[in-house]
């Protein structure tokens, strides 16, 4: 029997189909809250998974999907955005994502969110990225991520 998807997730594919992405979000009985649980869980390299993270720019709240395989670098990535980052607070990153922490996605906030895409993301085919809640993943291309938020692609460490 299929599942339905939480609320929030549906959110998340509604926005996808609205961009003209399939909108199709699978969920996992495995954890996935992390990208090495989400890679395990997939079978692709940790280096394949999206990982939505919220920093704040000064004091403006920023998207960065950043390849499962990288830590950001906050005083060089804060350099190439004029500003300087720091990790949001928790409570922000539900506030401003409407998402839970482990499955925020790339899409699917109640507002745009200026967002940089990890340029190591491109050296994968296939990408996959956080639902909207835990335990739910889309799959995506690194061409496919930059147009669908919007975003702009950064050398984040």
């Not at 745009?112 to 799959?139: I, M, Q």
């Amino acid at each position: 029997m299929a599942r339905s998807l939480p609320a929030v997730a549906a959110r998340v594919s509604d926005t996808l189909i609205a961009r003209g992405h399939h909108g199709v979000i699978v969920t996992q009985d495995e954890p996935t809250h992390t990208a090495a649980q989400a890679a395990q869980a997939l079978g692709v390299e940790v280096g394949a998974i999206t990982k939505s993270l919220l920093f704040l720019l000064d004091e403006d709240p920023v998207l960065l999907l950043v390849s499962g395989e990288h830590q950001v670098d906050l005083e060089r990535t804060g350099e190439r955005l004029q500003g300087t980052l720091t990790r949001a607070p928790a409570e922000v990153v539900r506030a401003v994502t409407g998402q839970p922490i482990g499955g925020v996605a790339p899409v699917g906030h109640p507002t745009n969110l200026s967002t940089y895409v990890d340029n190591a993301l491109s050296r994968h085919r296939e990408l996959w990225a956080a639902g909207g809640h835990p335990n739910t993943l889309f799959r995506t291309s690194f061409s496919e991520l930059v147009r669908i938020t919007a975003g702009l692609a950064i050398d984040v460490d």
